[in-house]
């Protein structure tokens, strides 16, 4: 397997001081054809080494540890981890790659930013790709997610931590141990003599601010943004998704840019897109006319 280049870029934060976003790259560093993937709330960059692979050939694929995540640095002020910012930390980033245009990959959280992205007047995106993701999300959804999302954790070995991660992810669908090992090696950092989780637990502080008003808000501004789409739009759903509503991607498919939606049975919020089949369906829409 082909080791990615790792690359961090300063970006600018609310308190007035930089934080360095990390980003690995794979493929040749000169080739114009670019591919961003960003991952979900508690993930990191390393989820797409599948899909890099299988596209590296044809594409300079970049996937990002957002801010407060993976080899990226933590915010001074929690407060800092939300969406907006997300977006112009990634601004940031597409100015380091200079392309004129580039294809975009986002899981759950990845797709909001990669939305916000998208939706900005002379965006450079030219193809989005949403994983199970859209403006309305399941409250049912945040309130599992709020269960686990920073809460302190020590493993003794990998094979515990990935038990203990295997435990709140079976909505990624099913995956051999060899996967999932490969999986849960780049969502732990040192801890003495064990692990942890590599994310910065304050990454939590503001998710759990959220109320029903504000959720009723961003939901509005999200729709909004999404009927000022102009890239086409291939939206991926797992058929068992808590977060993304079967009615909310149908909605998707008729408003707007009207993605063309792919469900994958027996898999819920999200795919992780390591299956064959998940890996052939992005492919064949980023190939496409």
């Avoid at 797709?111 to 049912?140: F, Q």
Wanted: hydrophobic share 45%; aromatic share 8%; proline share 8%.
């Amino acid at each position: 397997m082909t080791e990615p280049r790792l690359h961090h870029v300063p970006c600018l934060d609310s308190s007035l001081s930089l934080h360095r976003v990390a980003y690995w790259e794979w493929g040749d560093p000169a080739n114009d054809k670019v591919l961003v993937c960003v991952h979900g709330l508690s993930r990191q960059g390393r989820d797409f080494d599948t899909l890099a692979q299988a596209l590296m050939d044809e594409y300079r694929v970049v996937a990002v540890d957002v801010v407060g995540r993976g080899q990226s640095d933590w915010l001074v002020d929690p407060m800092g981890y939300t969406i907006p910012a997300y977006v112009a930390d990634m601004v940031t980033v597409l100015a380091r790659l200079n392309a004129a245009t580039v294809d975009w990959i986002g899981t759950s959280m990845g797709g909001l930013i990669g939305l916000g992205i998208a939706a900005l007047k002379g965006s450079p995106v030219r193809r989005l790709v949403l994983n199970d993701v859209g403006p309305s999300i399941e409250p049912a959804s945040l309130q599992r997610i709020g269960t686990y999302l920073g809460q302190p954790a020590h493993w003794a070995t990998l094979d515990e931590a990935a038990d203990a991660l295997w435990a709140i992810s079976q909505g990624f669908g099913p995956h051999t141990r060899e996967q999932w090992l490969e999986l849960t090696k780049p969502m732990l950092k040192p801890d003495g003599d064990g692990y942890k989780p590599h994310y910065d637990p304050a990454i939590a502080v503001p998710f759990r601010m959220i109320t029903p008003e504000a959720a009723q808000a961003g939901e509005a501004m999200l729709w909004a943004a999404w009927e000022r789409l102009s890239p086409p739009v291939l939206l991926l759903r797992g058929a068992d998704s808590d977060l993304l509503s079967h009615a909310t991607a149908q909605q998707m498919t008729q408003r707007g840019p009207r993605a063309q939606l792919v469900e994958f049975p027996g898999v819920g919020h999200a795919p992780l897109l390591q299956q064959p089949d998940q890996v052939q369906v992005v492919a064949d829409f980023l190939r496409s006319p």
